[in-house]
């Protein structure tokens, strides 16, 4: 084991929980304790009993320093708050300095993936970085180093931009700080309340189940959003990355060309297509015709 592995500089590198465990910021508690189980039991003496002796003294000292202190943190939802709170602040104090730019290949590719496959992204990259994370010491200093930069940008892509608020340095204005009289104020006349949509409820629900690793409960909503809008080829999509998680390529090959069909140009859908090679062959055909159908005496009937 090297030297330098566990002292107070080395140990000042892992400061991400989420990180040392290998486990998605997104995690409820039942999930960082099965994660948490996983990780005590690969790093358990009995299993390594063969292992060569400095392999047994990292994984010893790795459970004790790093990985236990990180699961007590995540443990409790003030644990995780304030575990959550501080990488955000350090995700805006790196997006003002400009220095959000991480090495790793795999954060470089989440900050250019389009917004409707962040989550199954980020997911996914964290699932297969994580699996031999606690293997050595520097396997180990390594892949946790790119989960945490993978953690910065998923939770950068989901604070969206960064609000910078001007520092004040005096007093306002008199003239900006007389009141403004009901007369001139304009007055909104498309304030009516809106029928609620249905089916963006449960595409939101999706999302979230997306995101806490909880795949085929996202199938369920988005199946109750396509029932609702079936011509909305977001839901395709977010339908098919739903059951590609749950290696039901055939389901989510049947979705991802039904996005296509409704929006040929949906960027997210064509990725997966070609990843998963579906012929798209007919497409062209499939939109031709509607383009004449529409153009028709009886195009007006037909609204997608």
């Not at 960082?32 to 039991?41: D, E, F, N, T």
């Not at 392999?55 to 236990?68: G, W, Y």
């Not at 050595?136 to 940008?153: C, M």
């Amino acid at each position: 084991m090297s030297q330098k592995a566990f002292s107070q500089e080395w140990l000042k590198k892992f400061a991400d929980p989420y990180a040392v465990l290998g486990v998605s910021v997104t995690a409820d508690e039942r999930r960082i304790l099965k994660r948490y189980r996983q990780v005590a039991k690969r790093l358990h003496p009995d299993i390594l009993s063969t292992q060569e002796t400095d392999i047994q003294e990292f994984s010893n000292q790795l459970l004790a320093r790093l990985v236990n202190p990180a699961y007590q943190r995540l443990k409790q939802d003030k644990g995780r708050s304030e575990a959550l709170a501080t990488l955000r602040f350090k995700v805006r104090r790196l997006s003002r300095e400009g220095r959000l730019t991480p090495a790793g290949t795999v954060a470089q590719r989440l900050i250019e993936v389009g917004d409707a496959e962040v989550d199954v992204f980020y997911e996914k990259a964290l699932t297969d970085l994580s699996t031999t994370q606690h293997s050595s010491a520097a396997v180990f200093e390594q892949v946790t180093h790119q989960l945490s930069e993978l953690n910065l940008v998923y939770l950068r892509r989901k604070m969206g931009e960064p609000v910078i608020r001007e520092k004040r340095t005096g007093l306002v204005a008199a003239a900006d700080s007389r009141p403004v009289s009901a007369s001139s104020q304009p007055v909104d006349h498309s304030s009516e309340p809106q029928p609620p949509n249905y089916a963006e409820r449960h595409a939101e629900r999706a999302r979230e189940y997306l995101m806490k690793g909880s795949p085929a409960l996202a199938v369920q909503e988005l199946r109750d959003a396509v029932r609702i809008e079936p011509k909305n080829s977001i839901y395709h999509t977010l339908l098919g990355q739903a059951y590609l998680l749950q290696n039901l390529t055939g389901m989510a090959k049947v979705h991802f060309r039904q996005a296509l069909k409704l929006n040929t140009k949906n960027a997210t859908a064509l990725k997966y297509a070609q990843q998963l090679k579906i012929d798209l062959s007919d497409l062209s055909v499939y939109s031709t015709s509607n383009q004449k159908r529409r153009k028709g005496l009886l195009g007006m009937f037909f609204r997608d």
